[in-house]
């Protein structure tokens, strides 16, 4: 085993750890709770060593990284996740590789992930991302639509040829009433997965948590929770 392949594997075996323990806590079954490995930033060498140790869900953010990176690993079993803002222009590339997109946040993203899905031939899985943060029909600085438009997001995505609603997504907010507040604001997504689990059924995907909070989100009853530093080591800077 190379020694890359043995941190990663060590550092998965600690995030394992974390997630059964606060599985545990919570008094749910280990197995309702996916690990997605956020990649950004690391090489498609990380994505194939993490698909070697089992890991079947990644997830990256810019589609200029993804993009490339989906392409040299397609021939591993792998489920690929969108997880950062996208901007209409970048709709048709992520439509091509993307098995889900975790951060659809307003009506003209789905109408554009729709048409880029049917040339593609291909469906996409749709999480409305929800900003706990944002004011009555604003957009929060990650990001995502207001919990009041959750209803009018999610029929236009059931609707939508193409697209199938796979649930709901947030990132824990920096401001407002949830800030500071993870757990809270996690069940405040998981009380809104609730209600639209009665229109929706299939929709039942509640994606929350990162390296700092996964347990705060196994806690309130997140699905899916996306996992970087914790896997694969601090980020370089940016720019």
């Known amino acids: 085993m190379t020694d890359r392949k043995a941190e990663l594997a060590a550092n998965l075996a600690r995030v394992e750890e974390r997630i059964s323990a606060a599985c545990a806590a919570a008094g749910r079954k280990r197995e309702e709770v996916t ?48 997880v950062g803002q996208l901007q209409t222009n970048k709709v048709r590339s ?26 593609a031939e291909r469906e996409l899985g749709c999480l409305v991302q929800i900003a706990l943060d944002a004011e ?31 649930g709901v997504m947030t990132v824990a907010p920096l401001a407002g009433r949830y800030a500071g507040r993870e757990q809270a604001a996690f069940q405040r997504l ?13 929709a039942t995907m509640v994606s929350a948590g990162m390296s700092a909070d996964l347990e705060q989100a196994v806690a309130a009853g997140a699905t899916h929770v996306r996992v970087g530093t914790a896997v694969l080591g601090g980020r370089p800077r940016l720019g």
């Open 35 to 82: 690990l997605i490995v956020v990649t950004k930033t690391y090489p498609a060498s990380d994505v194939r060593l993490l698909a070697e140790l089992g890991v079947r869900h990644v997830a990256e953010n810019r589609d200029q990284e993804a993009g490339p990176k989906a392409l040299v690993c397609a021939d591993l079993p792998l489920t690929w996740h969108f």
């Open 94 to 119: 992520v439509a091509g590789y993307a098995h889900l997109v975790q951060s659809v946040d307003r009506p003209r993203l789905v109408s554009a992930l729709s048409a880029a899905a049917v040339k």
């Open 136 to 166: 009555s029909g604003e957009r929060g600085e990650r990001g995502g639509a207001a919990p009041e438009q959750l209803g009018e997001l999610a029929g236009l995505i059931e609707e939508a040829p193409g697209l199938r609603l796979a």
């Open 190 to 202: 998981v009380e809104l997965s609730s209600g639209l689990r009665t229109a929706h059924p299939a």
